[in-house]
């Protein structure tokens, strides 16, 4: 990233991991339900000054699909 600049999508791809694995975990312990981890994601990353458009769906999946990967479970929870 360049100093000074808007944070960068690498550093935008970090945020929106942690939002999606907490929300993973919140959906697991029932503090959320299931079907709005997706826009819990959103909501969160707009809190923290992240706007929602194309390219953080983009992240979003990327970071489901990763976690995927870990987990091999999180599925299509953040599809609906």
């Given at each position: 990233?360049?100093?000074?600049?808007?944070?960068?999508?690498?550093?935008?791809?970090?945020?929106?991991?942690?939002?999606?694995?907490?929300?993973?975990?919140?959906?697991?312990?029932?503090q959320?339900?299931?079907?709005?981890?997706?826009?819990?994601?959103?909501?969160?990353?707009?809190?923290?000054g992240?706007?929602?458009?194309?390219?953080?769906?983009a992240?979003?999946?990327?970071?489901?699909?990763?976690?995927?990967?870990?987990?091999?479970?999180?599925?299509?929870?953040?599809?609906?």
């Open positions: 990233c360049l100093v000074g600049s808007e944070m960068c999508i690498r550093d935008r791809y970090q945020v929106v991991k942690y939002f999606v694995n907490a929300a993973e975990k919140m959906a697991a312990t029932s959320i339900p299931k079907d709005t981890k997706k826009q819990w994601v959103k909501d969160m990353l707009v809190k923290v992240i706007k929602d458009n194309a390219i953080i769906d992240l979003i999946e990327g970071a489901v699909e990763e976690l995927d990967n870990q987990k091999g479970k999180v599925g299509d929870a953040f599809n609906k």
